[in-house]
């Protein structure tokens, strides 16, 4: 999953080895009634051994399917490390409590009659899970069909069969659905690395899942049938840690408003917004497919083939026909038919038919040869802007399908892109077919499938391009976060949650965000001076504490030209809002509705008008939207979601899935606007959004945008805040699901010699600094850190650096020491320094960098005393590192920090603890 030469240690015990690959089992509710759960689990366990021992436990047999039973957990002869629950779910909780007094570290509860069947299984569950965690067990389910590990054959379910071993692991809310599958696989001979019923979800949810297997080398890529995210924090972090190298790939039932009801009645549990769980699965690489045979076709494709680099294939066929349905659902798919360069069309009129399409497609004419196939495979594979190749065979009577797909197979070891084949028929094309996929070319009854894969393909490739891509630094100067908490923290302390224009615009400006200059005017004569203060036109608009949508009370007057229109606005406003509180429309309190007007220049909307907002989903807390904005925006609707916080590629992404985004590049003649400084723009709102928890909903509507560049080219004409409850404690606001940039760990240090050092977070801006880092150490400094030489193009790859630099802060925290030279205006990494959690644990590991030049002068004591206060912030109850044994300087900065050091005989490697 990770670098190897990261994380030194995790390579141990994982907390759901006893779910999984178990020594000893207990089946509490064993029974040798025909058809009960109890019996089948035991015929089971029993059928296909897994090198463990299995104990029944009935109270009421002296044996069950021949093994000797116990009355209880308590009496076996041996501990037990899992215990599997088929009993009425009210003696679940009871049971629980059992087994971990006896010891036990883990559950499958295959009962039923939890969430899901209502109030008092929802109480039931809260107990289960109490009792758990009091007794630090691990819990599959309730409501599932258990677990299978078919490479060791324990198969801990009520299925009728046991799964094949394979590589890909399958996950299942819907035990239904995995008997089907299952049936499925034994028919196709699919195998499958774990398949597992997840069930409810109480205790293991889908991070922890992800995270094991991200782990497990015989898994190779993980397909999930999803009712209900669960713990959307947990299953982020995970997979954004684990789908840059296995992919992810997602069934998500509840697209229709029925379908989501549906699978609430199923699982209890809400599905939440598919929109905002679209956005969470692109930015953690997860794919998202349409069908079940979607899932599949992915994950063979995705371990057999390279991905594509864009969206661009190129299609030979022998037949017009397949290949238009084939561009038909490439396009639908959202990929691209790739034009032919000039050298590639030069090359195929040197060999094919005068009659050949001259375009892509490229129709190989009916009486094609496998020859004319392997010439135009490989001029196809050789042009540049083709990134996939669909290879089309119809069986005619020309057709050779199996000497075809041998000189197929043979082109395709030269290609560096990935090749799909549809060879359609039957009999005729069998061998052919299985040839190809023997060659790991993965082969489509219909060429529309293959397209279809093709364009699931890309957007795997284009999600995770958009988490590793190195964005370039947000602009942090102008920010003032004392100014902006002190603002809402005024708005609460009053007793409000909505700001008044005039706050909201004030709030932005604290983050850099351009707005139009707002003049409060509490009364007309105010409102006139202010007016010509700024010169006119004007708008007036309504200043209220209470009231959120001006527009609704005649609360906006533009393009006033003179004072006296000035004047007549501020009557207008002042009358329409004493109408409605007259007639009831506007309900009375605590607080006047009208506190006067603020007046602003009327600026001309010589650009474009675009909406940036945030609001709270339930799942995934604060979403953020961008789009197309002015008095239409829900007329138009066009606009994409994402999770903050955002960086300058991830706001790019959020941007390019609008249809305005095109415009905003420049259209018909007029110039762009500013992109760079609308990405600036959306990283610094998504910042505010984060750092300020108070906020719930925040729109700005317009977001001026105009051609070109400079001062007022982006401007907030209009802004309405919200904030939450004024009762809520700070620690019941709702937390991002991913988490932001930890400012709190940001300090100053300076070396005996005065030279300034800053001590942060990393960041993902700061991988070209990381290159310079790693490309600067010696060779003896690399071995003492990762146990091993890394070759310098090794050490500095995208691919291995992008995992040191894009870090999931819930997960490890990495701090860098940095230094900059005036005169050379350069800013340097000198030490990193790294505490990664141990998952499942309260345990967390150490590891420490510094550059040669920069050691024994104290930075690496500094660093780790640091990385300590960090464990301490975060709440870990211990660290752990190893060191060599030659690496005496660092054995000697672990002690004087307090570390226990420990060395195992005949080992090259010392173990130190600091409990904390």
Not at 683 to 690: E, I, K, L, P, W
């Amino acid at each position: 999953m990770l670098d190897p030469t990261q994380d030194i240690l995790r390579t141990g015990h994982q907390p759901l080895d006893a779910l999984f690959v178990p020594r000893t089992v207990a089946v509490i509710g064993a029974s040798e009634r025909a058809g009960s759960v109890g019996r089948t689990l035991m015929a089971n366990l029993l059928a296909t051994p897994f090198g463990g021992t299995v104990f029944p436990v009935n109270p009421k047999r002296p044996a069950v399917l021949g093994v000797k039973a116990y009355p209880r957990i308590a009496d076996l002869p041996e501990a037990v490390e899992l215990a599997i629950i088929a009993t009425p779910a009210e003696t679940v909780p009871g049971v629980i409590a059992e087994c971990a007094a006896a010891g036990v570290r883990g559950a499958i509860v295959v009962s039923a009659g939890f969430r899901e069947a209502g109030t008092e299984g929802s109480r039931l569950e809260a107990r289960l899970v109490e009792e758990a965690r009091a007794g630090k067990m691990r819990v599959v389910g309730p409501n599932c069909l258990g677990v299978m590990n078919p490479h060791t054959g324990f198969n801990a379910t009520f299925a009728g069969a046991m799964a094949r071993p394979g590589s890909v692991a399958f996950l299942s809310q819907s035990g239904a659905l995995c008997t089907s599958i299952l049936d499925w696989s034994l028919r196709e001979q699919v195998g499958f690395s774990a398949f597992v019923s997840t069930g409810a979800m109480a205790d293991v949810g889908w991070g922890d899942w992800i995270h094991y297997l991200g782990d497990d080398p015989r898994t190779e890529s993980i397909i999930i049938y999803m009712e209900s995210i669960g713990d959307a924090r947990s299953f982020l972090s995970a997979a954004r840690e684990v789908a840059y190298t296995k992919p992810i790939i997602v069934i998500k039932a509840g697209r229709t408003e029925a379908a989501a009801r549906a699978a609430t009645s199923h699982t209890g549990a809400l599905t939440g917004s598919d929109g905002v769980l679209d956005a969470a699965f692109r930015r953690t690489g997860v794919l998202r497919v349409e069908s079940i045979s979607d899932l599949f076709n992915l994950a063979e494709v995705l371990s057999k083939q390279p991905r594509p680099r864009g969206p661009r294939l190129t299609i030979l066929t022998n037949a017009g026909g397949p290949g238009v349905l084939a561009t038909d659902a490439l396009i639908a798919a959202g990929g691209e038919l790739v034009g032919l360069s000039a050298q590639t069309l030069g090359e195929l009129d040197g060999f094919l038919p005068e009659h050949w399409s001259h375009a892509n497609p490229i129709d190989l004419l009916g009486d094609a040869e496998p020859e004319r196939y392997a010439q135009a495979l490989a001029v196809a594979a050789r042009d540049e802007e083709s990134d996939g190749l669909l290879v089309i065979l119809t069986p005619q009577a020309m057709s050779d399908p199996t000497e075809t797909a041998r000189r197929v197979a043979e082109g395709a070891r030269i290609a560096d892109k990935p090749i799909l084949a549809s060879w359609m028929g039957g009999r005729d094309v069998a061998e052919g077919e299985a040839l190809l996929n023997h060659s790991r070319i993965p082969t489509y009854a219909y060429p529309d499938t293959a397209a279809t894969v093709f364009g699931y393909m890309w957007r795997y490739s284009y999600n995770l391009r958009g988490i590793y891509e190195t964005p370039v630094f947000a602009l942090d100067g102008g920010i003032d976060r004392t100014a902006a908490a002190t603002l809402l923290e005024g708005v609460r302390a009053a007793g409000r949650t909505l700001l008044t224009e005039y706050e909201a615009k004030a709030l932005l400006s604290a983050y850099g965000i351009p707005t139009v200059p707002t003049h409060i005017a509490p009364d007309v004569d105010a409102a006139v001076e202010a007016a010509s203060a700024l010169g006119y036109p004007v708008v007036v608009k309504l200043h209220s504490e209470t009231i959120t949508h001006k527009t609704e009370v005649d609360g906006v007057q533009l393009n006033l030209a003179d004072a006296d229109a000035v004047r007549s606005a501020f009557e207008r406003i002042a009358s329409a809002v004493s109408e409605r509180e007259r007639t009831g429309a506007l309900h009375a309190g605590d607080r006047p509705h009208f506190l006067g007007v603020t007046v602003q220049p009327m600026v001309p909307l010589d650009g474009y008008e675009l909406i940036l907002g945030s609001s709270v989903d339930a799942q995934f807390g604060p979403v953020l939207l961008f789009g197309t904005g002015g008095q239409l925006v829900e007329v138009f609707k066009d606009s994409a979601l994402a999770l903050p916080p955002l960086n300058t590629t991830l706001a790019r992404r959020m941007a390019e899935q609008t249809r305005i985004w095109q415009a905003l590049l420049g259209v018909r003649g007029r110039p762009p606007i500013d992109i760079e400084a609308l990405l600036q723009l959306l990283v610094r709102f998504s910042q505010m959004v984060t750092e300020q928890p108070r906020i719930r909903e925040l729109d700005i509507n317009p977001l001026l945008a105009r051609p070109g560049g400079g001062s007022g080219a982006l401007v907030a004409l209009d802004a309405r805040v919200v904030l939450h409850d004024t009762a809520l404690d700070d620690s019941e606001l709702p937390l991002p699901a991913i988490r932001p940039y930890p400012l709190q760990y940001r300090s100053d240090w300076a070396f005996a010699d005065g030279t300034p050092v800053r001590i942060e977070p990393i960041r993902p801006e700061d991988e070209p600094l990381a290159v310079r880092f790693h490309a600067s150490l010696s060779e003896q400094s690399v071995y003492q850190r990762y146990f091993q030489f890394l070759k310098l193009s090794r050490r500095v790859a995208h691919e291995r650096l992008a995992q040191l630099c894009f870090i999931d802060y819930d997960r490890e925290m990495a701090l860098v020491a940095k230094v900059h030279d005036p005169a050379t205006q350069q800013t340097e990494i000198i030490a990193v320094a790294r505490l990664s959690k141990v998952h499942g644990t309260s345990d967390a590991e150490f590891s420490l960098m510094i550059s040669d030049h920069y050691q024994g002068k104290g930075l690496g004591t500094e660093l780790l005393r640091h990385l300590i206060a960090v464990a301490r912030d975060e709440n870990i109850e211990r660290i752990l590192c190893e060191i060599l044994q030659s690496n005496l300087p660092m054995q000697r900065v672990a002690e004087r920090v307090g570390f226990h050091l420990s060395a195992a005989p005949g080992h090259p490697t010392i173990y130190g603890e600091l409990k904390l």
